[in-house]
């Protein structure tokens, strides 16, 4: 049975996945299992982070209301990692990331699974498979002020990369000369309609700039420079340790040593379940199927929204 479901909310932009959660959360899993393997041949750290950890936690395994997988990856292993994706063949999976393709608007890496087909926006329409998230852990500064001020300045290079990644229709376009603040956008957007590839690798190199400089090895502090959580991505690297391994569905995975500290650093009383409204999936996909891989050319063909 053909398993492609076309989002239709044109202003959420959520899918609504709940006949198929069983089978989704089948996949997540085996890709997890495959990145795992990989970790292990290559003795790479990473530990499950976000709503991930909270899973393996509080329920063993995926949140129910969940629907990805999250990692951290210390950066000397994440670099060791995407060097090592260019010469191994993954069969079904691959390696996803900012600097092989420019149609990927992100900036933090996904191990994909090659069988499927996701389009995560419609506005930065890019074709992957399902997939786990693999967030860089950098070193950062040993006062927290700098910290914060390295964040602020990674955060502004993010926001000119979506600008650049994100494709408008002309009227939202032309609608950023209304406001002045948007005027600095509207610079970019319009560059990149002429420069796309080269804004892109220079903001690219910005970024892996601030990623690199202090050494991991040393540092007090570490921070996830592409994560969601503000401030709260910089934390102390002591908290990570060599990992403590918890039931997660049908397998262990390593979460920080001092999970308990971590957790309460991002979401404070973690064991409590959220309210029942808050219950709900919450990352976008304009475009799934389960059954095989699509090019986009094909998704514009017979989907029914614009891609």
């Known amino acids: 049975m053909r398993a492609a479901i076309v989002m239709r909310n044109e202003k959420t932009n959520i899918m609504d996945i709940k006949n198929i959660k069983q089978r989704w959360n089948a996949t997540i899993l085996d890709i997890l299992k495959a990145f795992i393997d990989i970790c292990k041949r290559h003795d790479l750290t990473f530990y499950c982070c976000a709503g991930t950890a909270i899973g393996a936690v509080r329920h063993h395994g995926i949140i129910p209301w969940d629907d990805d997988i999250d990692v951290i990856m210390p950066r000397p292993d994440y670099d060791r990692l995407l060097e090592i994706s260019k010469s191994e063949d993954w069969g079904k999976y691959e390696l996803v ?49 700098e910290a914060k ?15 650049v990644s994100t494709h408008n229709t002309f009227a939202e376009y032309i609608s950023l000369l209304a406001d002045p603040k ?104 304009a475009y799934l199927n389960m059954d095989r891989r699509e090019s986009i050319e094909e998704i514009r063909k017979h989907s029914d929204i614009k891609i």
């Open 97 to 145: 990331t900012p600097y092989d393709r420019d149609d990927y608007p992100l900036y933090f890496s996904k191990i994909s699974d090659r069988t499927t087909t996701l389009v995560e926006e419609r506005e930065r329409p890019c074709v992957i498979g399902l997939f786990v998230d693999i967030f860089p852990l950098d070193a950062t500064d040993d006062d927290l002020d």
């Open 149 to 163: 001020r390295l964040k602020d300045r990674y955060t502004k290079v993010i926001n000119r990369l979506n600008a």
């Open 182 to 285: 948007e005027w600095g956008r509207f610079a970019i957007k319009t560059a990149a309609y002429f420069f796309r590839s080269p804004i892109r690798r220079r903001l690219l190199a910005q970024m892996d700039a601030i990623s690199h400089l202090y050494d991991y090895d040393k540092a007090k502090n570490v921070q996830v420079y592409t994560g969601s959580y503000g401030y709260r991505e910089t934390f102390p690297k002591a908290w990570l340790g060599r990992g403590k391994m918890f039931k997660f569905e049908d397998i262990e995975v390593p979460l920080p040593e001092e999970y308990d500290k971590y957790l309460r650093h991002f979401f404070g009383d973690y064991m409590q379940l959220p309210p029942v409204e808050q219950r709900i999936e919450k990352h976008h996909r």
